[in-house]
């Protein structure tokens, strides 16, 4: 499979935990995505890499939340001290870019990781 | 401020017909939008990109307008079927790193 892949699938735990999220983009992809959705919202953006340099990141990621990507290749989501608002789906996204070098805004999801804080 | 919306009401209608979603965006100038389909508890998939200077895209079934003096996008489905039962999101490409996605319209086609 050369899509975009994420692990775990589901994760519980308890409020006050940490937890860490693992996504391997597609392999000829730069650019990596996390976003957050919850039920019945479209996909919130987190922050974004271009191969190592994480460039963008929302307001929405508190100081629990870090991101990284060490070798430009996976990347991982670490929550710290989950709390129960931290209970959604991440999704992991990736692309290359465009010809223009521009964002055009396909993007390649994985299936995401729930999270539920109990 | 910025927005993107979507009809939350869901789109009820009967295998055959077309289905018609609407996208409406505020204080945007955005260069691509695009739509994906997303099933329960799975990733969104990427459908179309339209760019700023097309009126119209057009893939298989699917038709994609855009109008960038309204501010508004809809999304066709011609002859549709129960298969294409899921929530479609519309998401603008904002000129920087961020695509923005809408909260989606769930669509349900009766056989």
């Known amino acids: 499979d050369t899509g975009v892949s994420q692990d775990p699938r589901h994760k519980i735990t308890k409020r006050g935990q940490n937890v860490t999220f693992r996504c391997d983009p597609i392999?000829?992809?730069?650019?990596l995505y996390w976003y957050r959705q919850t039920l019945g919202q479209g996909p919130e953006f987190l922050t974004y890499?271009?191969?190592?340099?994480?460039?963008?990141k929302s307001r929405l990621l508190s100081d629990r939340f870090s991101a990284e990507r060490p070798k430009g290749s996976f990347s991982t989501l670490e929550i710290q001290r989950t709390e129960q608002g931290d209970s959604a789906m991440y999704l992991c996204a990736s692309s290359s870019p465009s010809t223009s070098g521009r964002n055009t805004g396909e993007l390649f999801f994985g299936e995401g990781s729930r999270l539920t804080v109990l | 401020s910025q927005k993107i919306e979507q009809n939350s009401e869901a789109l009820n209608i009967q295998e055959g017909k077309t289905a018609t979603l609407t996208c409406n965006y505020t204080n945007y100038s955005p260069a691509y939008l695009q739509w994906y389909r997303q099933d329960p508890g799975r990733g969104p998939v990427f459908l179309l990109l339209i760019r700023e200077n097309e009126k119209e895209k057009r893939k298989e079934r699917l038709k994609v307008t855009f109008d960038t003096t309204l501010k508004q996008s809809l999304f066709h489905i011609t002859a549709s079927q129960p298969a294409d039962s899921a929530t479609y999101l519309c998401a603008l490409a904002t000129g920087g790193f961020k695509t923005i996605f809408g909260a989606g319209t769930r669509l349900f086609v009766k056989a």
């Open positions: 890499f271009q191969n190592e340099a994480q460039l963008e």
């Open positions: 392999s000829e992809h730069n650019r």
